[in-house]
């Protein structure tokens, strides 16, 4: 009695369990047809337009819940809204068996570097696929020297990512003795620039500030700046500037380099 009352138990359970692996398995079957195509990854310089495309495909009709593009967990782009700002354009479009959901990012800076997610939730469940956003060195064109009777100040502005300044005198190199000052703007790029002191009796005609890159490992940018010659005290420090800029003109010629 006791056998056959736990038999048709057993038997029982194993009937839901059944079932359930069926609905299960039909789901998976249902969103294993969707498919959400983009491009993994994608490089850009501070400054360009990015467009990002996730393509949501589907053998069977595509009852489309919600489909978005998504960055640090806000929707910045949703299907079915085409809309165009100063920083983003936003497009949906769609054929037989595409639907395209195109995010453009207009002048991108490394604030909006990232992984975007594209998400798509239909009647047979959510699917997500994603797109990072990866940025290459950035460096304005943009030269702001100083030079004083005591101090040469050397800065950089838009750069990205973290930099230092070195100095140079022809072959010396004076960086132990300067200091790196940095500042993040609000599109996450930086100011750089460092101060020289100009000691008397060994004022040298120029220096040279190099920007150096760690995560290139290189010297990203170069500028000499010449001290005019009535702030120089001293007639004694001729020869010295003379070396100083001659080997100067070496180095120009020799370790000049852009980003
Ligand atoms: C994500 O996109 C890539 C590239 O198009 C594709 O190979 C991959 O299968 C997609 N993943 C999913 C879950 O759809
Ligand atoms: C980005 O797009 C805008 C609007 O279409 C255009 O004015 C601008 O020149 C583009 N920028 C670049 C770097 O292509
Ligand atoms: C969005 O614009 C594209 C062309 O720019 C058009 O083909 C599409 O139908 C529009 N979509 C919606 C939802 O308005
Ligand atoms: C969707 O995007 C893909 C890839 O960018 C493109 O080849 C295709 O023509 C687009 N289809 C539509 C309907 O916009
Ligand atoms: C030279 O420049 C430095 C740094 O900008 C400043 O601290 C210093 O007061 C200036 N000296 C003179 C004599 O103008
Ligand atoms: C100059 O000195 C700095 C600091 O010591 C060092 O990191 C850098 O590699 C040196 N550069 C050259 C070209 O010697
Ligand atoms: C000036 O000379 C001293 C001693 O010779 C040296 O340590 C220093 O680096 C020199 N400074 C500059 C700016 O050339």
Not at 20 to 42: E, F, M, N, Y
Not at 136 to 155: D, F
Not at 230 to 251: A, D, E, F, H, N
Request: net charge positive; charged share 15%; hydrophobic share 35%.
């Amino acid at each position: 009695m006791m056998g056959l009352l736990s038999g048709v138990r057993e038997l029982h359970v194993s009937g839901w369990i059944l079932v359930i692996w069926r609905l299960s398995a039909a789901s998976i079957a249902g969103s294993q047809d969707v498919k959400l195509q983009v491009t993994p990854q994608v490089v850009s310089k501070c400054g360009e337009n990015v467009t990002l495309t996730c393509t949501a495909s589907s053998s069977r009709q595509l009852d489309i819940k919600l489909f978005s593009w998504n960055f640090k967990i806000k929707p910045v782009c949703q299907y079915g809204e085409n809309r165009s700002d100063a920083e983003v354009v936003c497009e949906s479009t769609a054929d037989a068996s595409h639907h395209n959901l195109t995010l453009t990012l207009m002048n991108v800076m490394p604030v909006n570097a990232g992984k975007y997610l594209c998400k798509l939730q239909s009647k047979v469940g959510a699917k997500y696929n994603s797109t990072v956003v990866a940025m290459q060195g950035c460096l304005e064109k943009n030269a702001i020297n100083s030079i004083n009777e005591s101090h040469v100040g050397c800065w950089f502005t838009g750069v990205y990512p973290s930099s230092t300044i070195h100095w140079f005198c022809g072959d010396v190199n004076l960086t132990d003795s300067t200091s790196t000052k940095e500042e993040e703007d609000q599109h996450g790029r930086f100011s750089v620039s460092s101060n020289i002191n100009v000691q008397k009796g060994n004022a040298s005609l120029s220096y040279k500030c190099s920007l150096w890159m760690p995560s290139k490992g290189k010297y990203v940018s170069s500028r000499l700046l010449n001290i005019p010659r009535k702030i120089q005290s001293s007639g004694s420090t001729v020869r010295l500037q003379w070396i100083c800029g001659v080997v100067w003109i070496i180095y120009f010629l020799v370790g000049k380099a852009e980003v």
